[in-house]
Protein backbone atom coordinates (compact mmCIF):
# COMPACT_ATOMS: atom_id res chain seq x y z
CA UNK A 1 0.00 0.00 0.00
CA UNK A 2 1.26 3.61 -0.95
CA UNK A 3 0.71 6.24 1.45
CA UNK A 4 1.38 9.71 -0.02
CA UNK A 5 3.00 12.48 2.72
CA UNK A 6 4.56 14.78 0.23
CA UNK A 7 3.61 17.91 1.32
CA UNK A 8 2.94 17.07 4.97
CA UNK A 9 4.95 18.49 7.98
CA UNK A 10 6.67 16.25 10.32
CA UNK A 11 3.74 15.70 12.69
CA UNK A 12 1.74 15.34 10.11
CA UNK A 13 3.77 13.15 8.44
CA UNK A 14 4.46 11.41 11.78
CA UNK A 15 0.89 10.68 13.08
CA UNK A 16 0.16 9.69 9.31
CA UNK A 17 2.90 7.22 9.54
CA UNK A 18 1.97 5.81 13.52
CA UNK A 19 -2.11 5.19 12.30
CA UNK A 20 -0.68 3.11 9.10
CA UNK A 21 1.57 1.44 11.36
CA UNK A 22 -1.36 0.60 13.58
CA UNK A 23 -4.29 0.23 11.05
CA UNK A 24 -2.52 -1.21 7.88
CA UNK A 25 -0.46 -4.53 7.52
CA UNK A 26 1.81 -5.82 4.29
CA UNK A 27 4.54 -3.80 2.59
CA UNK A 28 3.95 -0.27 3.22
CA UNK A 29 5.47 2.30 1.14
CA UNK A 30 5.71 5.99 1.77
CA UNK A 31 6.27 8.91 -0.88
CA UNK A 32 8.03 11.71 1.16
CA UNK A 33 9.25 14.83 -0.12
CA UNK A 34 10.90 16.51 2.66
CA UNK A 35 14.39 14.82 3.73
CA UNK A 36 13.90 16.08 7.51
CA UNK A 37 10.38 13.85 7.19
CA UNK A 38 12.06 10.59 5.64
CA UNK A 39 14.84 10.61 8.45
CA UNK A 40 12.12 10.81 11.17
CA UNK A 41 10.11 8.42 10.12
CA UNK A 42 13.15 6.06 9.67
CA UNK A 43 14.11 6.93 12.99
CA UNK A 44 10.34 5.94 14.53
CA UNK A 45 10.16 2.61 12.40
CA UNK A 46 13.42 1.16 13.51
CA UNK A 47 12.62 2.50 17.03
CA UNK A 48 9.42 0.49 16.68
CA UNK A 49 11.23 -2.58 15.10
CA UNK A 50 10.56 -2.55 11.70
CA UNK A 51 13.47 -2.81 8.65
CA UNK A 52 12.78 0.59 6.95
CA UNK A 53 14.44 0.78 3.31
CA UNK A 54 14.49 4.31 1.56
CA UNK A 55 15.45 4.95 -2.16
CA UNK A 56 15.71 8.33 -3.84
CA UNK A 57 13.14 8.50 -7.03
CA UNK A 58 13.02 11.86 -8.47
CA UNK A 59 12.19 14.72 -6.72
CA UNK A 60 10.93 11.85 -3.70
CA UNK A 61 11.99 9.10 -1.76
CA UNK A 62 10.31 6.26 -1.40
CA UNK A 63 10.52 4.47 2.40
CA UNK A 64 9.57 0.97 2.64
CA UNK A 65 8.67 -1.70 5.23
CA UNK A 66 7.03 -4.46 6.00
CA UNK A 67 4.32 -4.49 8.71
CA UNK A 68 2.72 -7.90 10.12
CA UNK A 69 -0.68 -9.02 8.48
CA UNK A 70 -3.44 -7.22 10.93
CA UNK A 71 -5.87 -9.25 12.27
CA UNK A 72 -9.20 -8.90 14.05
CA UNK A 73 -8.93 -8.06 17.51
CA UNK A 74 -10.72 -10.99 19.97
CA UNK A 75 -13.99 -9.69 21.10
CA UNK A 76 -13.56 -8.54 24.86
CA UNK A 77 -14.77 -10.92 27.66
CA UNK A 78 -17.56 -10.66 29.82
CA UNK A 79 -15.86 -8.58 32.48
CA UNK A 80 -14.85 -5.69 30.49
CA UNK A 81 -16.67 -2.35 30.85
CA UNK A 82 -17.00 -2.57 26.86
CA UNK A 83 -18.93 1.05 27.46
CA UNK A 84 -15.41 2.45 29.05
CA UNK A 85 -13.77 4.79 26.47
CA UNK A 86 -10.23 4.59 27.91
CA UNK A 87 -8.84 4.86 24.46
CA UNK A 88 -10.51 7.70 23.07
CA UNK A 89 -9.36 10.14 26.53
CA UNK A 90 -7.30 12.97 25.06
CA UNK A 91 -4.99 13.13 27.83
CA UNK A 92 -2.93 16.66 28.30
CA UNK A 93 -1.41 15.56 31.59
CA UNK A 94 0.09 12.07 32.71
CA UNK A 95 1.11 10.85 36.10
CA UNK A 96 3.62 8.26 36.09
CA UNK A 97 3.58 6.44 38.96
CA UNK A 98 6.58 3.72 40.22
CA UNK A 99 5.62 2.20 43.57
CA UNK A 100 2.00 1.01 45.02
CA UNK A 101 2.87 2.84 48.33
CA UNK A 102 4.54 6.25 49.93
CA UNK A 103 6.70 5.93 52.20
CA UNK A 104 8.29 2.62 53.16
CA UNK A 105 7.77 2.27 56.60
CA UNK A 106 4.19 1.34 56.92
CA UNK A 107 2.81 -0.23 53.71
CA UNK A 108 -0.39 -0.27 54.90
CA UNK A 109 -0.84 3.60 55.70
CA UNK A 110 1.47 4.51 52.63
CA UNK A 111 -0.87 2.21 50.30
CA UNK A 112 -3.66 4.17 51.73
CA UNK A 113 -2.28 7.09 50.80
CA UNK A 114 -1.51 7.05 48.07
CA UNK A 115 -5.02 5.56 46.99
CA UNK A 116 -6.44 8.94 48.15
CA UNK A 117 -3.86 10.78 46.13
CA UNK A 118 -4.95 8.93 43.21
CA UNK A 119 -8.88 8.93 43.98
CA UNK A 120 -8.39 13.14 43.87
CA UNK A 121 -6.32 12.98 41.37
CA UNK A 122 -9.15 11.25 39.24
CA UNK A 123 -11.28 14.30 39.08
CA UNK A 124 -9.33 15.87 36.46
CA UNK A 125 -8.98 14.28 33.20
CA UNK A 126 -5.52 12.66 33.07
CA UNK A 127 -3.79 9.74 32.42
CA UNK A 128 -1.99 7.51 34.77
CA UNK A 129 0.78 5.07 33.84
CA UNK A 130 1.37 2.24 36.29
CA UNK A 131 4.97 1.50 36.11
CA UNK A 132 6.85 -1.44 37.82
CA UNK A 133 5.07 -1.70 41.15
CA UNK A 134 2.61 0.56 41.29
CA UNK A 135 0.95 -2.31 38.92
CA UNK A 136 0.05 -3.89 41.57
CA UNK A 137 -2.37 -0.85 42.67
CA UNK A 138 -4.40 -2.65 39.90
CA UNK A 139 -5.60 -5.62 42.31
CA UNK A 140 -7.69 -2.93 43.80
CA UNK A 141 -11.24 -3.24 42.94
CA UNK A 142 -12.46 0.25 44.75
CA UNK A 143 -9.45 2.37 42.55
CA UNK A 144 -10.65 0.38 39.58
CA UNK A 145 -14.17 0.78 40.11
CA UNK A 146 -13.85 4.47 40.33
CA UNK A 147 -11.80 4.78 37.48
CA UNK A 148 -14.42 3.68 35.19
CA UNK A 149 -16.91 6.38 36.54
CA UNK A 150 -14.15 8.89 36.07
CA UNK A 151 -12.02 11.01 33.19
CA UNK A 152 -8.90 9.20 33.87
CA UNK A 153 -7.11 7.17 30.84
CA UNK A 154 -4.91 3.98 32.38
CA UNK A 155 -2.32 2.80 30.97
CA UNK A 156 0.17 -0.03 32.47
CA UNK A 157 3.44 -1.46 31.78
CA UNK A 158 3.44 -4.67 30.38
CA UNK A 159 6.68 -6.03 31.49
CA UNK A 160 5.78 -4.85 34.52
CA UNK A 161 2.58 -6.50 34.76
CA UNK A 162 3.93 -9.92 33.86
CA UNK A 163 6.81 -9.39 36.33
CA UNK A 164 4.60 -8.84 39.11
CA UNK A 165 2.18 -11.72 37.93
CA UNK A 166 -1.11 -8.72 37.81
CA UNK A 167 -4.24 -8.89 35.65
CA UNK A 168 -5.21 -6.07 34.98
CA UNK A 169 -8.86 -5.75 33.50
CA UNK A 170 -8.52 -4.99 29.15
CA UNK A 171 -9.60 -1.77 29.34
CA UNK A 172 -6.21 -0.93 30.94
CA UNK A 173 -4.25 -0.03 27.71
CA UNK A 174 -1.01 -1.80 27.66
CA UNK A 175 1.65 0.57 26.92
CA UNK A 176 5.89 0.34 26.96
CA UNK A 177 6.93 3.52 28.42
CA UNK A 178 8.57 4.79 25.29
CA UNK A 179 5.13 4.08 23.43
CA UNK A 180 3.53 6.18 25.50
CA UNK A 181 5.60 9.27 25.17
CA UNK A 182 5.46 8.87 21.34
CA UNK A 183 1.64 8.90 21.50
CA UNK A 184 1.59 12.13 24.25
CA UNK A 185 4.64 14.04 22.89
CA UNK A 186 2.93 17.25 23.80
CA UNK A 187 1.35 15.98 27.48
CA UNK A 188 2.33 17.20 30.63
CA UNK A 189 4.58 14.22 32.47
CA UNK A 190 4.74 13.78 36.24
CA UNK A 191 6.74 11.67 38.21
CA UNK A 192 5.66 10.01 41.00
Avoid at 70 to 94: G, H, I, M, N
Avoid at 136 to 160: D, I, V, W, Y
Wanted: net charge positive.
Amino acid sequence: MEIDLTGKTVTQSLESFEHALQTQGGTLIFKIDNETVKLNLMQLGTRLGHKCHSKRAGSFWMLTLKVPEKTEAPKPSVDVAPSFPQARKVVLEWWILQSDQFGQKDHQLGRSLIEDFLLSLMERPIGLFFLHRSVLLLNEPGLLKHAQEMNTRFAACPRSLAFYKVNAPSWIERLEFNRLYQLNRKAKLNFL
